[in-house]
């Protein structure tokens, strides 16, 4: 399956001030369409087949789908995957044979075609937003305004930050003056959500502060 790395689609979620993070959702756009794939024309393409029988979908993923247009879809990619599963049923024959195959069935049931997939793409995101830095001087301006990220795709993009060539070093400077901050302003709001359970702040308004921890969660541990 083919994806479009859209340009449009980054410039539309960095444009937007006030999300905790813009890659999460670019994360959560991408993630619907390959699920969506997963439920149309990938039932019938051969090697998508192949990589759903061999690592079949993550319990998230599998609700995704359950919730999606075609319960037919789901059904017959999950039970070409259960024959693979099947195999791993098989009586073992020694503590050291169940041993094996107790690792081996954890393993298998945390592998995801769609995670993979989702995951490809992201990679290629975090890539063109640094190329994105050093060919469009707009970008530029709006990343500057930018809130940050939460810390996985702060992370990947300082990974990623070589793409920005000659203008790297420019680059980390301002992500992780952007994300500084964006993570300051974001304890500050955290320490009056405490101070303010003090009796002598009792009359004193919460303000943004009283969804400071759902906004932390965001944060560090990035869009559910
Ligand atoms: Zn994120
Ligand atoms: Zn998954």
Not at 169 to 184: C, H, M, Q, R, V
Request: net charge neutral.
């Amino acid at each position: 399956m083919r994806y479009h790395i859209s340009t449009a689609l980054i410039l539309q979620e960095f444009a937007k001030i006030g999300g905790e993070c813009p890659l999460c959702e670019i994360r959560s756009i991408v993630e619907k369409n390959v699920v969506e794939q997963y439920l149309g024309e990938a039932v019938m393409v051969v090697d998508v087949r192949y990589k759903v029988n061999e690592k079949g979908f993550c319990k998230e993923h599998f609700d995704m789908l359950f919730e999606g247009q075609s319960k037919l879809a789901l059904a017959l990619q999950t039970y070409t995957r259960m024959n693979v599963l099947k195999e791993k049923l098989k009586e073992p024959s020694s503590f050291r044979a169940a041993s094996k195959l107790g690792a081996d069935i954890l393993a298998s049931s945390s592998t995801c075609v769609i995670c993979d997939t989702v995951e490809d793409h992201m990679q290629r995101y975090y890539k063109t937003v640094a190329e994105l830095y050093l060919s469009e001087e707009d970008f530029r301006d709006l990343l500057g305004y930018g809130k940050g990220f939460c810390l996985g795709h702060y992370a990947e993009l300082l990974k990623n930050s070589s793409y920005a060539g000659s203008k790297t070093k420019e680059y980390l400077k301002t992500l992780a003056a952007i994300e500084n901050d964006g993570f300051d302003a974001l304890q500050s709001e955290l320490k009056w959500f405490c101070d303010r359970h003090d009796f002598r702040n009792r009359d004193k308004d919460l303000g943004s502060a009283k969804d400071a921890l759902p906004r932390v969660r965001r944060k560090l541990y990035g869009k559910k």
